[in-house]
């Protein structure tokens, strides 16, 4: 197996080496993406750092992102797009029924949320349900945790049932020795602007490598300092993948993230007396009594509730089947409605 020094800091392991050992053309090297633009793209080589030209937005090779394996030929060009072995993806911000890749082969994903003004929890959620959807482990941080006054660390460990939440604070230093104890792989970094991300991969990574800016006073809301998703080797091994602030956290295709993240809904909906049970006042419903007992809340059920049916809409328009059959239940409900009205009216 060739052992590929220079790209070992970039994630280059024996397990990815054998992976990938037999789709590497004899004419190419192995490389990572470290940063994309338009045509071009930085990656790590076996020879080191360089410059690659990316295929045509129209060729088999496309839609490549930061952490992604390829193969790249004698002429600097990208060859092949190895198979990702996890991606985490959103609806495209174009609206159009397309997923857009924000991190490829991605093992740790820290969902950032500033604990110096008002933690949602509805978008914690819908950013554990991405990760949870990509294969990889999600770790919630409450950043800024010097600056907070109160921090809802037993709210937050409530609605993310098998993450680890921790408090950080990349100015003083809390919570980062546990935080790195914890990091594996590659890890990806996601949230909002002005949710601390940069600083946090600062100090992660040990020097200045990310520009950082203030947040606004009046609503603790910061710019995209972070304008490209860019991979850097973690000094104590590993790699660190910043990405720009997230305004909208569009699902694609997550029905397995949402049961991940939502597993206390999951399990008490499998304790209900009919398994079609919609939890909003049915007999026997085990959600609805766990909320009269205080152990759910109403707005988690609504925030699952919510994306839910987000993702099934998402899946519907990408979904010829799912689509067509629900033009086919409108076309139903539209002839009941109108023999409805013809029976009413013939009745006067």
Same mark, same amino acid.
């Given at each position: ?154 709210? /937050?460990?409530?609605?993310? !049932?098998?993450? @680890?939440?921790?408090?950080?604070? =990349? %100015?003083?230093? +809390? &919570?980062?020795? $546990? ?7 590659? /890890?990806?970094?996601?949230? !909002?602007?002005? @949710?601390?991300?940069?600083?946090? =991969? %600062?100090?992660? +990574? &040990?020097?200045? $490598? ?26 104590? &091994? ?111």
């Amino acid at each position: 197996m060739v052992v590929h020094d220079l790209l070992v800091p970039y994630g280059w392991t024996e397990a990815v080496a054998a992976q990938y050992a037999s789709m590497i053309e004899e004419d190419c090297v192995p490389a990572r993406v470290i940063r994309m633009d338009r045509s071009e793209c930085d990656v790590a080589t076996p020879d080191g750092l360089a410059r690659a030209r990316c295929p045509r937005p129209d060729s088999e090779v496309s839609g490549l992102c930061t952490g992604d394996w390829v193969t790249v030929d004698a002429t600097s060009a990208v060859r092949r797009l190895l198979p990702r072995r996890s991606a985490i993806m959103r609806s495209s911000v174009s609206g159009r029924s397309q997923g857009q890749v924000l991190a490829a082969n991605v093992d740790t994903v820290l969902i950032c949320a500033a604990a110096d003004g008002d933690v949602d929890l509805g978008r914690i959620e819908r950013m554990l349900a991405l990760a949870w959807e990509s294969n990889a482990q999600p770790i919630v941080l409450l950043t800024k945790a010097d600056a907070a006054d109160d921090l809802p660390l037993a709210q /937050v460990r409530a609605v993310a !049932p098998g993450a @680890a939440v921790l408090e950080v604070s =990349a %100015n003083t230093g +809390l &919570g980062l020795d $546990v935080l790195t104890a914890l990091l594996d792989g590659t /890890v990806a970094l996601l949230g !909002p602007s002005g @949710a601390g991300k940069s600083t946090l =991969a %600062n100090a992660l +990574l &040990g020097a200045e $490598v990310f520009a950082t800016t203030a947040v606004r006073d009046t609503d603790k809301k910061g710019r995209h300092t972070t304008v490209h998703r860019e991979l850097r080797p973690l000094p104590g &091994g590993g790699t660190l993948i910043d990405t720009p602030g997230l305004r909208g956290v569009g699902l694609w295709d997550a029905a397995e993230g949402i049961e991940k993240t939502f597993s206390d809904i999951e399990t008490l909906a499998a304790q209900c007396r009919f398994g079609d049970c919609a939890h909003h006042g049915e007999p026997g419903c085990a959600v609805r009594e766990a909320i009269d007992n205080g152990e759910l809340t109403q707005r988690r059920l609504d925030s699952y509730d919510k994306l839910a049916r987000e993702n099934e809409w998402m899946r519907a328009r990408t979904d010829k089947r799912l689509q067509a059959e629900r033009e086919r239940a409108w076309r139903d409900i539209s002839k009941q409605h109108r023999k409805m009205f013809r029976e009413r009216n013939s009745r006067r």
